[in-house]
């Protein structure tokens, strides 16, 4: 499966954002997604996961209460949607597909990755 992430750019603290991470070249959808990110300086780090079906979802505690991650199979999309944004949640955010659920926020490991989506979050 190929991914083309996209939404990434310049927020406000305080602001929203939504990413988006299209998928390609699979045709049954029956995996699961997410989203990890990287800091300057800092390892990529688990941000949210979610199932095939887009009913379980599971996330890191840092963006809990904050970020939304969802999708939409008949489009092969996952959304992140970001509120409250804070100066921390700057990096290069990547999404990622895996067929087991919990590769992705046990593990944090996936069988496919996106190309990096830059989120700079201004205080």
């Known amino acids: 499966v190929q991914l083309q992430a996209s939404g990434g750019g310049l927020v406000q603290a305080g602001g929203s954002l939504r990413l988006s991470c299209a998928a390609s070249g699979r045709t049954r959808s029956s995996y699961a997604m997410g989203w990890f990110r990287q800091a300057p300086g800092k390892e990529r780090e688990f941000v949210a996961a979610?199932?095939?079906?887009?009913?379980?979802?599971y996330y890191a505690d840092s963006v809990k209460g904050r970020f939304t991650i969802s999708r939409d199979t008949a489009k092969n999309t996952v959304y992140l949607q970001m509120n409250n944004v804070k100066p921390e949640d700057t990096a290069v955010y990547y999404c990622a597909a895996d067929d087991h659920f919990g590769s992705l926020y046990a593990d944090h490991e996936a069988d496919a990755w996106g190309q990096g989506t830059l989120v700079t979050v201004s205080s």
């Open positions: 979610v199932n095939w079906s887009g009913d379980s979802t």
